[in-house]
């Protein structure tokens, strides 16, 4: 990535500390070696000039004692390759040559050098997955003995990833480029990166020696193998100390520390690989439980260009895993051909768009083509590939029938059974009558009639049972009885809206703009969740308008709240009211016996208002430490205080959950950065863990919580990004999220489960004709036990593969019953090794049942051969 001043690379400061404890060391250790990784990192998205291929193959001919490792996005090579095939095909060679071939080393071949830390688990694997793919394609002697970036690309979970792609190492450093964070400084020469399911990895961290370099916001003292650097690695016993700077792609320098007159001698360059083969000590007793707050790393959260972008990326991310898992079940119940060829043209646009840049530099490039723009383009190929998917397996799936009437099939893409509110379309010749949901045996299903807020079109609500991985069918008729009771909301005296389920009852006073004055869970012993005491209120809106008078919120002023829907299954407010002049529109959305309360919010903005900490005009500058949108205390905050005493905050990761060590997550220098990421939730209990409340958010951002600051969702921040760029408003903010109030600590209550709920809904779709009776109602795998996700389930041929991942369950195995034949099963590594048999047993009609022992948050992959339905 081509950004900042790239000067200060060649200019690394003395250390006085430091130098008092190593000078008198050194007559000493000068003899002694150090080692260096140079190499190029980008690619044809981010920066490679066409005369780059050319470059690298005659510098490492020129410099026989020159080694490099490569992270160059993997579609580079395609396009090298057109433009200058004798320069691609010299380099190509090089892979193979005795002279050159253990000088080259592709330490990061996942697709687009994502952050990882910023996305799905499951987009995690697939960027591997594409990306060796492709540079296998192009270099096909390529191998991968360590993983290693010069961004900060990394996340918890990365152990166990690595090894099953058969990485053995790992580098956990990314001296050169930090300006969107880097890791904790931690231990020695190496450690045992351990993942949070217990996988181990050799690593080279970033030393606890390796200090953030003076006078610079994006470098460590790492960067350049200084004299002081590699004394002071030296002087803590490190035997081996290295640096690095992966250059990028476009310098014109060759070996890096040719150009730095102040690099220690001796230095020798290696490959990761050699280091750790032939360099590094063999063993460490140093088991490092890196954390996602040991990832210290900070974008522009809460601008609306990377909401935006956010947004966009989760909602592919969502869309694509539904719709293989949908394909997966037409493949097997109906004979339909697994569209591998379509997902293989989705899953890269929606891989490049979560390219580091896109989320680190969304301005880049010329108007109209830049990397926000991109990712519109890339994620609308996503959906678009998804969308017509989804469409494709449910006509598969529909069966024959004679046309008898108007049915509903629902399908759940989820290894758990869900009985939740779905709402669809009423058919066109049913708008108007009085009509009713019947299941498959005839039963009245709890329905009501809506229009839908945006088009106006009836829509028929009702609740929907569905087995995992499955689907069920109902059918509309004629003749509805009278609505049933349930859920109500009524107008208080005092001008409240009071929202009964059987589940919660909740208050807004609309004098304080909607806030919600009391949230009381009916069924966790009448548990009140509002803290009444708090100087703010439940789900108010407010932040720092700088150019506007300080601090506005929502609460201000008084809104009105329309009631669009009243049950009996559900209820739905508008609360309609504004924030410094701005107009805003709330909805808020209970359903019976819905556990997840969802919210929404939309701020129609006038202009570009300044939100945030304000930066004086002409003060930004690259090199300093403190930056606004570091700042969350004073962005736009959805904030929820909270009745829970000693409060404790867990949160999600990709194929991860932590307990926060955090007493606050608020810092405003680049030198404190400190991980306040909110992925998909983030969860706040009492001390003692009886009770809690779970955040759920559409997209990656950030999240605030102190202790004495409420939790707070980072909605809106317009001022000064990185390297001056003004983060503009630009249009309406449009965000939703959702509560969910809680007994017991997350895992106890199903967070995660709830979570995997709200990214993938179950799908409906309108039938004209009646189903088979024995194909209205399936579910093609079932997990007994709690805790499994299944994040995947793809088809090969007549083979079926299916990922899961222990997320709430303990160890004790887990029994997968797949509703088919199969004729033997594996465990199968992301690289397609086999990892160990698994014994199929049979239950009385036929189906497959494989018993699976894994650890929390253990990732494994089975693989069914030649499968086939049970009749």
């Given at each position: 990535?081509?950004?900042?001043?790239?000067?200060?690379?060649?200019?690394?400061?003395?250390?006085?500390?430091?130098?008092?404890?190593?000078?008198?060391?050194?007559?000493?250790?000068?003899?002694?070696?150090?080692?260096?990784?140079?190499?190029?990192?980008?690619?044809?998205?981010?920066?490679?000039?066409?005369?780059?291929?050319?470059?690298?193959?005659?510098?490492?001919?020129?410099?026989?004692?020159?080694?490099?490792?490569?992270?160059?996005?993997?579609?580079?090579?395609?396009?090298?390759?057109?433009?200058?095939?004798?320069?691609?095909?010299?380099?190509?060679?090089?892979?193979?040559?005795?002279?050159?071939?253990?000088?080259?080393?592709?330490?990061?071949?996942?697709?687009?050098?994502?952050?990882?830390?910023?996305?799905?688990?499951?987009?995690?694997?697939?960027?591997?997955?594409?990306?060796?793919?492709?540079?296998?394609?192009?270099?096909?002697?390529?191998?991968?003995?360590?993983?290693?970036?010069?961004?900060?690309?990394?996340?918890?979970?990365?152990?166990?990833?690595?090894?099953?792609?058969?990485?053995?190492?790992?580098?956990?450093?990314?001296?050169?480029?930090?300006?969107?964070?880097?890791?904790?400084?931690?231990?020695?020469?190496?450690?045992?990166?351990?993942?949070?399911?217990?996988?181990?990895?050799?690593?080279?961290?970033?030393?606890?020696?390796?200090?953030?370099?003076?006078?610079?916001?994006?470098?460590?003292?790492?960067?350049?193998?200084?004299?002081?650097?590699?004394?002071?690695?030296?002087?803590?016993?490190?035997?081996?100390?290295?640096?690095?700077?992966?250059?990028?792609?476009?310098?014109?320098?060759?070996?890096?520390?040719?150009?730095?007159?102040?690099?220690?001698?001796?230095?020798?360059?290696?490959?990761?690989?050699?280091?750790?083969?032939?360099?590094?000590?063999?063993?460490?007793?140093?088991?490092?439980?890196?954390?996602?707050?040991?990832?210290?790393?900070?974008?522009?959260?809460?601008?609306?260009?990377?909401?935006?972008?956010?947004?966009?990326?989760?909602?592919?991310?969502?869309?694509?895993?539904?719709?293989?898992?949908?394909?997966?079940?037409?493949?097997?119940?109906?004979?339909?051909?697994?569209?591998?060829?379509?997902?293989?043209?989705?899953?890269?646009?929606?891989?490049?768009?979560?390219?580091?840049?896109?989320?680190?530099?969304?301005?880049?490039?010329?108007?109209?083509?830049?990397?926000?723009?991109?990712?519109?383009?890339?994620?609308?190929?996503?959906?678009?590939?998804?969308?017509?998917?989804?469409?494709?397996?449910?006509?598969?799936?529909?069966?024959?029938?004679a046309n008898t009437g108007e049915y509903i099939r629902v399908y759940n893409t989820l290894g758990v059974s869900r009985d939740e509110q779905v709402a669809v379309n009423v058919p066109?010749?049913?708008?108007?009558?009085?009509?009713?949901?019947?299941?498959?045996?005839?039963?009245?299903?709890?329905?009501?009639?809506?229009?839908?807020?945006?088009?106006?079109?009836?829509?028929?609500?009702?609740?929907?049972?569905?087995?995992?991985?499955?689907?069920?069918?109902?059918?509309?008729?004629?003749?509805?009885?009278?609505?049933?009771?349930?859920?109500?909301?009524?107008?208080?005296?005092?001008?409240?809206?009071?929202?009964?389920?059987?589940?919660?009852?909740?208050?807004?006073?609309?004098?304080?703009?909607?806030?919600?004055?009391?949230?009381?869970?009916?069924?966790?012993?009448?548990?009140?969740?509002?803290?009444?005491?708090?100087?703010?209120?439940?789900?108010?809106?407010?932040?720092?308008?700088?150019?506007?008078?300080?601090?506005?919120?929502?609460?201000?002023?008084?809104?009105?709240?329309?009631?669009?829907?009243?049950?009996?299954?559900?209820?739905?407010?508008?609360?309609?009211?504004?924030?410094?002049?701005?107009?805003?529109?709330?909805?808020?959305?209970?359903?019976?016996?819905?556990?997840?309360?969802?919210?929404?919010?939309?701020?129609?903005?006038?202009?570009?208002?300044?939100?945030?900490?304000?930066?004086?005009?002409?003060?930004?500058?690259?090199?300093?430490?403190?930056?606004?949108?570091?700042?969350?205390?004073?962005?736009?905050?959805?904030?929820?205080?909270?009745?829970?005493?000693?409060?404790?905050?867990?949160?999600?990761?990709?194929?991860?959950?932590?307990?926060?060590?955090?007493?606050?997550?608020?810092?405003?220098?680049?030198?404190?950065?400190?991980?306040?990421?909110?992925?998909?939730?983030?969860?706040?209990?009492?001390?003692?863990?009886?009770?809690?409340?779970?955040?759920?958010?559409?997209?990656?951002?950030?999240?605030?919580?102190?202790?004495?600051?409420?939790?707070?969702?980072?909605?809106?921040?317009?001022?000064?990004?990185?390297?001056?760029?003004?983060?503009?408003?630009?249009?309406?903010?449009?965000?939703?999220?959702?509560?969910?109030?809680?007994?017991?600590?997350?895992?106890?209550?199903?967070?995660?489960?709830?979570?995997?709920?709200?990214?993938?809904?179950?799908?409906?779709?309108?039938?004209?004709?009646?189903?088979?009776?024995?194909?209205?109602?399936?579910?093609?795998?079932?997990?007994?036990?709690?805790?499994?996700?299944?994040?995947?389930?793809?088809?090969?041929?007549?083979?079926?593969?299916?990922?899961?991942?222990?997320?709430?369950?303990?160890?004790?195995?887990?029994?997968?019953?797949?509703?088919?034949?199969?004729?033997?099963?594996?465990?199968?590594?992301?690289?397609?090794?086999?990892?160990?048999?698994?014994?199929?047993?049979?239950?009385?009609?036929?189906?497959?049942?494989?018993?699976?022992?894994?650890?929390?948050?253990?990732?494994?992959?089975?693989?069914?051969?030649?499968?086939?339905?049970?009749?």
């Amino acid at each position: 990535m081509i950004t900042g001043s790239k000067k200060s690379f060649f200019n690394v400061p003395l250390l006085a500390s430091v130098f008092m404890l190593t000078a008198v060391l050194c007559n000493k250790v000068s003899a002694q070696t150090a080692y260096f990784i140079d190499g190029y990192h980008g690619g044809i998205w981010g920066h490679f000039p066409d005369w780059n291929t050319k470059f690298m193959g005659d510098q490492l001919r020129s410099h026989p004692n020159w080694k490099i490792n490569l992270e160059i996005e993997p579609e580079t090579w395609d396009d090298a390759k057109k433009k200058d095939s004798a320069a691609y095909n010299a380099f190509r060679a090089l892979f193979t040559a005795d002279s050159t071939k253990d000088r080259i080393e592709y330490v990061n071949p996942d697709y687009a050098q994502s952050y990882l830390f910023d996305i799905e688990g499951e987009s995690m694997i697939r960027q591997f997955y594409y990306g060796i793919k492709m540079v296998k394609r192009h270099f096909p002697t390529a191998t991968f003995p360590a993983y290693s970036s010069e961004e900060p690309c990394f996340t918890s979970a990365l152990p166990q990833i690595l090894t099953s792609y058969g990485f053995k190492y790992a580098s956990l450093k990314n001296p050169n480029t930090c300006w969107g964070g880097y890791t904790s400084a931690y231990g020695g020469e190496i450690v045992n990166w351990v993942g949070p399911d217990g996988t181990k990895i050799i690593t080279s961290p970033r030393y606890a020696v390796e200090a953030l370099q003076p006078g610079s916001a994006w470098q460590t003292i790492a960067s350049g193998n200084s004299d002081m650097f590699i004394k002071a690695c030296l002087a803590a016993g490190i035997k081996h100390p290295i640096g690095m700077t992966i250059q990028d792609a476009g310098w014109r320098y060759g070996p890096i520390l040719a150009h730095n007159g102040g690099a220690y001698q001796p230095t020798e360059y290696t490959t990761w690989g050699n280091y750790f083969e032939n360099i590094a000590i063999k063993h460490t007793d140093d088991d490092w439980k890196f954390t996602q707050e040991d990832v210290l790393v900070s974008l522009v959260w809460g601008s609306q260009i990377l909401q935006r972008i956010a947004q966009e990326v989760r909602y592919s991310e969502n869309r694509i895993i539904s719709a293989e898992k949908l394909a997966a079940i037409a493949k097997v119940y109906s004979g339909a051909a697994y569209p591998q060829g379509a997902f293989d043209k989705a899953w890269p646009t929606l891989l490049l768009s979560q390219h580091h840049d896109c989320w680190i530099v969304p301005y880049n490039g010329r108007n109209g083509s830049t990397w926000a723009d991109k990712v519109v383009k890339w994620t609308g190929n996503t959906d678009h590939i998804a969308d017509s998917v989804i469409t494709q397996a449910s006509a598969q799936l529909a069966g024959g029938g004679a046309n008898t009437g108007e049915y509903i099939r629902v399908y759940n893409t989820l290894g758990v059974s869900r009985d939740e509110q779905v709402a669809v379309n009423v058919p066109e010749g049913l708008k108007g009558k009085n009509i009713g949901v019947y299941t498959s045996t005839g039963l009245l299903v709890p329905s009501q009639i809506v229009s839908d807020s945006a088009t106006a079109v009836p829509q028929i609500v009702f609740k929907a049972d569905v087995p995992s991985i499955g689907y069920n069918t109902y059918q509309l008729k004629l003749k509805r009885p009278a609505p049933e009771k349930g859920m109500t909301v009524t107008v208080l005296k005092n001008g409240n809206y009071k929202i009964e389920s059987n589940l919660y009852s909740i208050t807004l006073d609309p004098a304080k703009g909607g806030a919600i004055t009391s949230l009381v869970a009916k069924t966790l012993n009448g548990k009140e969740f509002v803290d009444k005491n708090n100087l703010r209120s439940f789900n108010e809106l407010r932040g720092n308008f700088y150019n506007d008078g300080g601090f506005h919120s929502t609460a201000d002023n008084p809104a009105t709240i329309t009631i669009l829907e009243q049950g009996p299954e559900r209820v739905k407010l508008q609360i309609s009211g504004s924030i410094d002049n701005n107009p805003f529109t709330q909805w808020l959305t209970v359903a019976q016996d819905q556990r997840r309360i969802d919210l929404r919010v939309k701020i129609d903005w006038k202009g570009n208002p300044g939100i945030g900490e304000a930066t004086p005009p002409n003060t930004y500058k690259a090199t300093g430490l403190k930056k606004a949108f570091y700042n969350d205390k004073e962005k736009l905050l959805a904030m929820f205080p909270l009745n829970l005493k000693g409060q404790k905050v867990y949160k999600n990761a990709p194929f991860d959950v932590l307990q926060s060590r955090l007493k606050n997550t608020f810092f405003t220098s680049w030198d404190s950065i400190k991980n306040n990421i909110l992925l998909n939730w983030v969860d706040v209990t009492d001390g003692s863990d009886a009770y809690g409340m779970a955040l759920l958010t559409d997209h990656t951002g950030n999240y605030a919580h102190g202790e004495d600051f409420p939790l707070g969702l980072t909605l809106e921040y317009s001022g000064v990004g990185l390297w001056g760029r003004n983060y503009k408003i630009t249009g309406p903010t449009d965000v939703h999220y959702a509560l969910i109030p809680h007994a017991g600590k997350w895992d106890q209550s199903g967070i995660w489960t709830e979570g995997t709920k709200w990214n993938e809904p179950l799908i409906t779709e309108v039938l004209t004709s009646a189903p088979p009776a024995a194909k209205s109602y399936r579910s093609m795998i079932k997990v007994n036990g709690r805790g499994l996700d299944i994040t995947a389930l793809n088809a090969n041929g007549n083979d079926l593969a299916i990922r899961v991942f222990n997320a709430e369950g303990d160890t004790s195995p887990k029994t997968i019953i797949f509703d088919g034949k199969a004729d033997k099963a594996e465990l199968v590594e992301l690289d397609g090794d086999k990892r160990a048999d698994l014994p199929i047993q049979k239950d009385v009609a036929g189906r497959t049942m494989i018993k699976l022992s894994l650890p929390r948050f253990g990732v494994r992959t089975i693989k069914l051969y030649n499968v086939v339905k049970v009749e």
